[in-house]
């Protein structure tokens, strides 16, 4: 079982970045696919990015595709979102999960219930 602890989010202006972290404990990160999800107030939740255990595959929503990159660091057991040039329709809360049975090869890594293991999320606000 892994664990999963977000950092990073806050509050910025449109336009401006935030790098948000993801540690995991308790396993080697390398067994899983990792994502970052969001759910803003009164929405559902979202697929943002997602990236293979060896970091040489990612796929993102297009939503935030040219402005998000995700990473990975599994020395480090971390797993990355850069998000720039931010919007306000970017505000959420913003989760990453793990799975070790997914692949990107399939259709279903973009979604929530795919995903065994959540961590409690950040919150990024982006103002006008």
């Known amino acids: 079982q892994v664990q999963l602890v977000e950092s990073g989010g806050g509050l910025v202006q449109a336009g401006g970045s935030l790098r948000l972290s993801c540690a995991a404990s308790?396993?080697?990160?390398?067994?899983?696919?990792m994502g970052w999800f969001r759910q803003a107030p009164g929405k559902e939740r979202e697929f943002v990015a997602a990236?293979?255990?060896?970091?040489?595959?990612?796929s993102y929503a297009d939503s935030v595709k040219g402005r998000f990159t995700i990473s990975r660091d599994n020395a480090k057991n971390t797993v990355y979102l850069q998000m720039n040039s931010l919007k306000p329709e970017d505000t959420a809360v913003y989760c990453c999960?793990?799975?070790?049975?997914?692949?990107?090869?399939?259709?279903?890594?973009?979604?929530?219930?795919?995903?065994?293991?959540w961590g409690q999320g950040t919150q990024v606000t982006v103002s006008s």
């Open positions: 999960a793990a799975d070790q049975f997914l692949s990107l090869s399939k259709s279903d890594y973009n979604r929530a219930r795919s995903y065994d293991y």
């Open positions: 308790g396993r080697t990160l390398s067994r899983y696919v």
């Open positions: 990236i293979n255990r060896s970091g040489s595959i990612t």
